[in-house]
């Protein structure tokens, strides 16, 4: 069974903190994203990486960075969060050559920031 | 405006109801577009995805594309308490899938 899994499902985190969220996927995946899903407004796309050390901006990435060392592993870094940052963080992964339905997402991790 | 657009209810419904989930886009350069399926405290799993306007259906399932007038629809047909979740429709843009807010279904036994 393929997986994408996030190591932390619950997180709670201090204001000023720097927070480390880990995405493991085992399906050899080149594309992997980082989204946050909040009441009302969907998943919006933090960051994604199209290969090792790759990586490229989305819709909402200011306050976050991320970092790619290895294919399977992709993380995402809040530098000093705050309590705007508060919300369920989820991972996916596809192949490079299916765009339109490739995607397996983890489980998400939900951060509380205080 | 959001470029996918749909009401997060939630929606409640008696068990065996015919349950109709809906949402609008704005740009025409859309064309595949899934329905993913999340339970709570679980990352959305993809239930359905169609390309071209019309009709396809899964089982219980039937998603409905209209291009002409930029809107796509879930139908599920005698709803159970299991389907009980966030339907999130979604269409693929560049490099990313661009989602709609969600709408919570609740199915009462």
């Known amino acids: 069974d393929v997986k994408v899994t996030q190591s932390s499902r619950y997180l709670v985190k201090r204001t000023g903190e720097k927070v480390f969220l880990e995405c493991v996927q085992d399906m050899d995946h080149e594309n992997m994203f980082w989204y946050r899903q909040d009441p009302g407004l969907g998943l919006r796309l933090i960051y994604f990486?199209?290969?090792?050390?790759?990586?490229e901006k989305g819709d909402i990435p200011e306050g976050y960075s991320v970092s790619r060392e290895k294919k399977e592993r992709f993380s995402l870094i809040l530098e000093s969060a705050s309590t705007n940052q508060t919300s369920m963080y989820l991972c996916?992964?596809?192949?490079?050559?299916?765009?339109?339905?490739?995607?397996?997402f983890g489980s998400g991790t939900r951060l509380t920031v205080v | 405006q959001k470029e996918v657009e749909q009401d997060p209810g939630p929606l409640s419904v008696p068990e065996g109801a015919i349950v109709s989930l809906n949402c609008t886009y704005s740009?025409?350069?859309?064309?595949?577009f899934m329905w993913y399926r999340q339970y709570s405290r679980k990352g959305p799993e993809l239930l359905m995805y169609?390309?071209?306007?019309g009709n396809k259906e899964d089982g219980r399932f039937t998603a409905q594309v209209d291009k002409s007038s930029k809107y796509i629809s879930l139908f599920i047909r005698d709803s159970q308490p299991s389907d009980s979740a966030t339907y999130l429709c979604?269409?693929?843009?560049?490099?990313?899938?661009?989602f709609g807010a969600g709408t919570i279904l609740r199915v009462k036994s």
């Open positions: 169609t390309y071209s306007s």
């Open positions: 979604a269409t693929p843009y560049g490099n990313k899938l661009v």
């Open positions: 740009n025409s350069a859309f064309q595949y």
């Open positions: 996916a992964s596809r192949p490079r050559r299916q765009q339109a339905y490739g995607y397996t």
């Open positions: 990486s199209y290969d090792v050390k790759m990586k």
